[in-house]
């Protein structure tokens, strides 16, 4: 597949700054052949590129963003699909880094990093942060920062670009579930389909972060609920240890107390561990930016933990999940 036509397609709520961002970087791309989508609730408000002969507007009302994705892969005249955000912007060399890879027929999809911009405010760059450290994000800090190339089973759809006809195939997003549609829509390419998804460190797109401590840790809860969820409904890229430890730690930072009245050789490995994780956090917060970066850094890994370690049990245990949020 050389040089194939790519539909960039963006689901947003309303229009908004950060959107005129993202387009206005798609328009400056280095890639010869493709069209914008972008899929508003309805079209009151400003948007700087409203006039754009390369932009095509769809309003869709108020549905949630994988049924405006779903809309917006039908509408696609490209051969590819790149989802974006909103809120994320991208590099020139997105789309070529990501199609060069779609010549090996075996390649469904590509992801790349959604780096936090550096004009982001000091609570949004601890939210990067945060995310970066692999005390919060384990081995997929790879989604926050640039690593080696490497092949995923499972990846967001902020920075996630498909072919059409494998889209297709795979019966689109879920939209039962938001967020978690992007887990399911790649557990469908890899298991089911039997195709690959390729990690590019150079289709790079700088995203946004929701500021700590609210933002993030709605976000957080968000998707630790969902996760939990689908350990016993899609077990198959969701049934991880590595998604357990943030709930091993909070059901053993809550009960290790009650093992004192047991032996006292619990309290010194109880504050040992608690002393350990600390020097851990510590470690990982000197990244931040001065003492109140570093502070917030150091806080929102605790916060994070604790927020993802509770809601991944919630999830669970859950019989049902709501339908898809509206953005």
Same mark, same amino acid.
């Given at each position: 597949?050389?040089?194939?036509?790519?539909?960039?397609?963006?689901?947003? @709520?309303?229009?908004?700054?950060?959107?005129?961002?993202?387009?206005?970087?798609?328009?400056?791309?280095?890639?010869?052949?493709?069209?914008?989508?972008?899929?508003?609730?309805?079209?009151?408000?400003?948007?700087?590129?409203?006039?754009?002969?390369?932009?095509?507007?769809?309003?869709?009302? /108020?549905?949630?963003?994988? /049924?405006?994705?779903?809309?917006? =892969?039908?509408?696609?005249?490209?051969?590819?699909?790149?989802?974006?955000?909103?809120?994320?912007?991208?590099?020139?060399?997105?789309?070529? =880094?990501?199609?060069?890879?779609?010549?090996? !027929?075996?390649?469904?999809?590509?992801?790349?990093?959604?780096?936090?911009? !550096?004009?982001?405010?000091?609570? /949004?760059? =601890?939210?990067?942060?945060?995310y970066e450290?692999?005390?919060?994000?384990?081995?997929?800090?790879?989604?926050? @920062?640039?690593?080696k190339e @490497?092949?995923?089973?499972?990846?967001? *759809?902020?920075?996630? +670009?498909?072919?059409?006809? &494998?889209?297709?195939?795979?019966? #689109?997003?879920?939209?039962?579930?938001?967020?978690?549609?992007?887990?399911?829509?790649?557990?469908?390419?890899?298991? /089911?389909?039997?195709?690959? +998804?390729?990690?590019?460190?150079?289709?790079?797109?700088?995203?946004?972060?929701?500021?700590?401590? %609210?933002?993030?840790?709605?976000?957080?809860?968000?998707? %630790?609920?969902? $996760? #939990?969820?689908? &350990?016993?409904?899609?077990?198959?890229?969701?049934? $991880?240890? =590595?998604?357990?430890?943030?709930?091993?730690?909070?059901?053993?930072? %809550?009960?290790?107390?009650?093992?004192?009245?047991?032996?006292?050789?619990?309290?010194?490995l109880y504050?040992?561990?608690?002393?350990?994780?600390?020097?851990?956090?510590?470690?990982?917060?000197?990244?931040?930016?001065?003492?109140?970066?570093?502070?917030?850094?150091?806080?929102?890994?605790?916060?994070?933990?604790?927020?993802?370690?509770?809601?991944?049990?919630?999830?669970?245990?859950?019989? *049902?999940?709501?339908?898809?949020?509206?953005?």
């Open positions: 597949m050389l040089n194939p036509t790519v539909s960039i397609i963006i689901p947003i @709520r309303h229009f908004n700054d950060y959107l005129d961002e993202s387009v206005g970087h798609c328009l400056r791309l280095d890639y010869a052949d493709y069209e914008i989508i972008v899929l508003p609730d309805d079209l009151t408000g400003e948007f700087a590129y409203a006039n754009d002969q390369r932009v095509r507007l769809f309003p869709t009302g /108020q549905i949630g963003p994988s /049924q405006k994705r779903d809309i917006g =892969a039908r509408e696609a005249k490209g051969e590819i699909l790149a989802f974006i955000d909103d809120d994320a912007y991208p590099v020139k060399g997105w789309l070529a =880094a990501a199609v060069r890879h779609f010549s090996d !027929p075996e390649v469904a999809a590509v992801g790349g990093p959604g780096v936090t911009p !550096p004009a982001d405010n000091i609570r /949004q760059q =601890a939210s990067g942060l945060v450290s692999w005390l919060a994000s384990g081995n997929c800090g790879y989604r926050y @920062r640039p690593e @490497r092949l995923v089973d499972d990846y967001p *759809s902020c920075n996630f +670009i498909i072919r059409k006809e &494998v889209f297709a195939q795979a019966g #689109g997003f879920d939209s039962a579930f938001y967020p978690g549609e992007d887990t399911v829509l790649c557990l469908k390419v890899t298991k /089911q389909l039997g195709k690959k +998804i390729v990690y590019e460190p150079e289709a790079l797109v700088y995203h946004h972060r929701r500021e700590l401590f %609210a933002g993030h840790l709605a976000q957080v809860s968000n998707y %630790a609920l969902h $996760r #939990g969820y689908f &350990v016993r409904k899609y077990p198959e890229t969701s049934r $991880r240890i =590595a998604y357990f430890i943030p709930s091993l730690f909070v059901l053993g930072l %809550a009960a290790g107390p009650l093992f004192f009245l047991i032996n006292d050789l619990f309290f010194s504050f040992g561990t608690i002393i350990f994780y600390a020097g851990c956090v510590l470690s990982n917060a000197m990244n931040g930016d001065g003492f109140v970066g570093k502070s917030l850094v150091f806080a929102g890994i605790v916060a994070t933990n604790v927020t993802y370690g509770v809601c991944f049990i919630k999830g669970l245990v859950a019989q *049902s999940l709501a339908e898809e949020k509206k953005q």
